[in-house]
């Protein structure tokens, strides 16, 4: 039977010749790319809502919201809503409820390998299974968010839906590739998103020293 020593040597020297690998560290439940796909689905299903609400007093109803990441889906819903009328605090108080739900705020992901996938090597006596590095020749990543809501408004003097939204549906996404252990990546929001940065303003020059 091996000793515990030779099997980490010939382990070892499989990952010499196999090439090297490195810990994917994430201090994060979630990335930031996870996140980012979605608020930016949600950003654009909500761009735009076709409702007549201008200068009404509504209250927004998500009891029939469910999604991941519902707060930043209402906060967005708030402010789109709030650029053309007066958000209430209360029913009560509403001219219309709007009533929000969702279909979808989900990521589809996809992959392709050519090469050799990482393979676990048990060995005896040790309590974590190591693994061979994986062997890229070409490898994609594929991941798509979609987001569909909808909103209808119902008027509170009559409890009549006056108007909906339809279908608000969007897309946002991000591929990943490896050719030849050189990483690669693209998205199709990236560079939008950082061409709408807001530059902080310069603060105001100090008094001059006596």
């Not at 040597?9 to 090439?19: C, H, I, P």
């Not at 006596?125 to 020749?137: C, H, K, R, V, W």
């Not at 303003?201 to 006596?210: R, Y």
Request: charged share 20%.
């Amino acid at each position: 039977m091996m000793r515990k020593g030779a099997w980490i040597a010939v382990l070892g020297l499989m990952t010499a010749s196999m090439g090297c690998s490195y810990w994917d560290k994430i201090s994060t439940p979630r990335t930031a790319m996870e996140q980012l796909l979605i608020s930016t689905a949600a950003d654009r299903a909500l761009a735009t809502i076709n409702l007549p609400i201008e200068g009404k007093d509504i209250f927004l109803d998500t009891q029939y919201l469910e999604t991941v990441d519902k707060p930043y889906v209402v906060a967005l819903l708030r402010e789109r809503l709030g650029e053309k009328a007066r958000l209430a605090a209360s029913a009560d108080k509403a001219q219309l409820i709007l009533e929000v739900r969702s279909g979808s705020l989900a990521i589809d992901k996809s992959e392709f390998l050519l090469g050799f996938p990482a393979i676990p090597l048990p060995v005896p006596g040790l309590a974590s299974i190591p693994q061979t590095p994986e062997i890229t020749i070409y490898k994609s990543s594929n991941h798509r968010s979609r987001a569909k809501f909808a909103l209808c408004a119902t008027d509170t003097a009559t409890s009549r839906q006056l108007a909906q939204t339809g279908i608000l549906y969007a897309e946002a996404r991000y591929t990943a590739r490896v050719v030849l252990f050189i990483p690669f990546d693209k998205s199709d929001f990236l560079k939008e998103l950082q061409a709408r940065q807001i530059t902080p303003a310069a603060a105001p020059p100090g008094p001059s020293p006596q």
